[in-house]
């Protein structure tokens, strides 16, 4: 998906760099939710916000301001979440809810 948008973006380097950040938020996400891994999740969102703050407040029809808000909201969560927590029920509650309040795309 997004190496088709890359491609479709031609020339677009801002919009490259826009589908790139979508790109990581996208893997911390899984590497979160699918693996259960914690650091790794909250790198790749940390270099996704890095890269969307020159972006701000809108691009490419979307609410780029409003988006690192809520990535810098959810990885203080991920990072405030224990090291050594990786299965059982309560990781499992957590994954859950963590995933209710996932950052999520707006259109501007």
């Known amino acids: 998906m997004f190496e088709t ?3 479709a973006a031609g020339n677009d380097n801002d919009l490259k760099a826009l589908i790139a950040a979508f790109n990581q938020v996208a893997a911390a996400l899984h590497l979160r939710f699918e693996r259960g891994g914690r650091q790794a999740s909250i790198n790749l969102m940390s270099q996704a916000m890095l890269a969307l703050d020159d972006m701000k407040p809108a691009r490419g029809g979307v609410d780029v301001e409003r988006l690192c808000v809520e990535l810098a909201a959810y990885t203080e969560e991920v990072r405030a979440a224990p090291r050594d927590e990786r299965d059982g029920l309560k990781h499992r509650a957590r994954i859950f809810l963590e995933r209710r309040r ?4 707006n259109r501007r």
């Open 5 to 7: 948008a890359s491609h």
């Open 102 to 105: 996932a950052p999520k795309i």
